[in-house]
């Protein structure tokens, strides 16, 4: 079977993404059966937080809320495996109702066998919002398990609404301890057309690694790609030119963005094709 441009939109393309290598794997294969060149540099590391202390006073009073909100599915990994850590019973008190922001951390909690109550249409915290908003929460007590930096619209939204809000540190995003130098290497070395960043800290980081460097002038000619909005944000308060963002806030959706950037240049490319 002869494959076609159309089979590998992504053919002769070089991506680099720049999330956790633990979580690059999917990204990385719907990047090359497309057809394209993949460089993975994490320019995040996930770990731990430096203290247990509050996420473990969460899950000893996990029946004491009534919603918990997980915000990504790290935050789900992390609040899991804390579980299992200290030996504890992992079931969900049926009266705790559970909120995932997106599909994907909706996935991880009903893998562990917890039913999602509510997912919100858009995959941000002002969705999160819009959707309590029809629901009376006067009163009620909710557990936010998330990274540890992040932004304050989520909880001040909810305490607005009556809720008594306890926003724990489930895990955390650092930078890499090394990596400026070879991050320079690989961007002047290769001729990178996509950079993807998946979250505000994966643009941070990246800037960060090329704080001493014209990091401007190295992406000059490089289309950058956003998850959604949030990250977009980031992205261009640091002066970058956001050239690809998806409508759904997703991996797969990120994916077909990128696809969907480069198709006129495709069809261009066959029309030429066909006249010869």
């Known amino acids: 079977m002869i494959e076609t441009m159309t089979d590998r ?12 290598r633990e979580q690059s794997g999917e990204f990385g294969t719907r990047l090359r059966n497309l057809g394209a060149e993949v460089i993975e540099f994490p320019t995040i590391e996930i770990v731990p937080p430096r203290s247990w202390a509050e996420l473990d006073r969460a899950i000893d009073q996990l029946a004491s ?14 609040f899991w495996k804390r579980i299992v850590e200290r030996k504890k019973e992992p079931v969900f008190p049926a009266s705790l109702k559970v909120c995932a922001i997106g599909p994907a951390t909706g996935d991880q909690l009903e893998e562990k066998g917890i039913l999602v109550d509510y997912t919100p249409k858009e995959f941000v915290a002002e969705a999160i919002l819009e959707g309590f908003e029809k629901m009376n929460l006067q009163g009620s007590r909710i557990l936010l398990a998330r990274v540890k930096k992040a932004r304050d619209i989520l909880p001040k939204g909810l305490r607005r609404m009556g809720a008594e809000v306890d926003v724990v540190e489930a895990y955390r ?91 006129p240049f495709l069809q261009h490319k066959m029309e030429g094709r066909g006249s010869r």
């Open 173 to 263: 995003t650092v930078k890499p301890r090394r990596g400026s130098t070879r991050l320079k290497k690989v961007l002047t070395d290769h001729t990178i057309d996509v950079i993807t960043f998946t979250s505000s800290s994966t643009v941070t980081h990246f800037v960060a690694l090329l704080n001493k460097e014209d990091w401007r002038r190295l992406l000059q000619r490089v289309a950058i790609a956003c998850i959604g909005p949030v990250t977009a944000k980031t992205a261009k308060d640091w002066g970058m030119k956001v050239a690809i963002q998806p409508r759904e806030y997703t991996i797969p959706a990120l994916t077909q963005a990128i696809v969907d950037h480069f198709s």
């Open 9 to 20: 939109p992504l053919a002769e393309k070089t991506i680099l993404i720049t999330r956790a």
């Open 65 to 78: 809320y009534h919603w918990v909100i997980f915000t990504s599915v790290n935050g789900v990994d992390f």
